[in-house]
């Protein structure tokens, strides 16, 4: 099947700095691209969704200036979060799909990035 | 509103058949999806279901009534690699997926 790659999958940080999540598509071009955090024993919960070359589109509740998302490339997407606080510790995940958002094709998700604020 | 309804946690013996249910709400259905997550790593695919009926593949299948707004996996043969969540995901009409929070499936030698 299609490989995502998602790099780093831990990182530990000062509180205050900012920390980029880089999700990457290894053999296939992947026009949609999307961000979930996930905290322990809870459900994924979508933040937003980019498409190759627009803004990204994000959920209700998601700081967007906070949560900086480039899909610059068919190959590529970055989560940047800004001025990171102990609460924005949490699983961060990646998935992508080869179609536009409104396909139904599968969803291939990245490793995760495990996020620590210190 | 939308909501998926799917067991807390399951445990079941190695060797033997179990069968996870989910019922599900959506604004509009573009099909459903079953992942595996174990504890600590990402969701990965084990099927889609669009049509009605049941979709076999290997030990795992996957059944679908749209009518009744519900799917199972079956898990047969059970190994205890087996043990993770399995999370029950439907797409609305918008084609985002709705997740629940999974169920924990717990495999006892």
């Known amino acids: 099947g299609a490989v995502v790659s998602q790099h780093p999958s831990w990182v530990i940080c000062k509180s205050g700095t900012s920390v980029k999540i880089e999700c990457r598509s290894l053999?296939?071009?992947?026009?949609?691209m999307f961000w979930y955090r996930q905290f322990p024993k809870q459900s994924l919960m979508l933040m937003a969704t980019s498409n190759e070359g627009s803004k990204a589109t994000y959920e209700q509740g998601v700081e967007k200036d906070k949560f900086l998302i480039n899909h610059a490339s068919l190959t590529l997407s970055t989560l940047t979060v800004t001025s990171a606080h102990p609460e924005d510790s949490s699983f961060y995940i990646c998935s992508a799909r080869e179609g536009l958002a409104g396909d139904t094709g599968e969803l291939f998700f990245g490793e995760g990035s495990r996020l620590t604020v210190l | 509103g939308q909501n998926i309804d799917q067991p807390t946690e399951m445990t079941a013996t190695e060797g033997a058949i179990v069968q996870i249910n989910c019922t599900y709400q959506t604004s509009g259905f573009n099909g459903l999806f079953w992942y595996q997550q174990h504890a600590g790593e990402a969701p990965t695919f084990l099927s889609y279901?669009?049509l009605d009926g049941l979709e076999e593949k290997g030990r795992f299948s996957s059944f679908l009534s749209r009518s009744k707004g519900y799917s199972y996996l079956l898990l047969k043969e059970l190994q205890m690699k087996d043990s993770a969540s399995y999370l029950c995901?439907?797409?609305?009409?918008?084609?985002?997926?709705?997740w629940g929070a999974g169920t924990k499936l717990i495999i006892k030698p």
């Open positions: 995901a439907p797409m609305d009409s918008n084609y985002q997926l709705i």
């Open positions: 053999d296939f071009q992947a026009t949609t």
């Open positions: 279901n669009v």
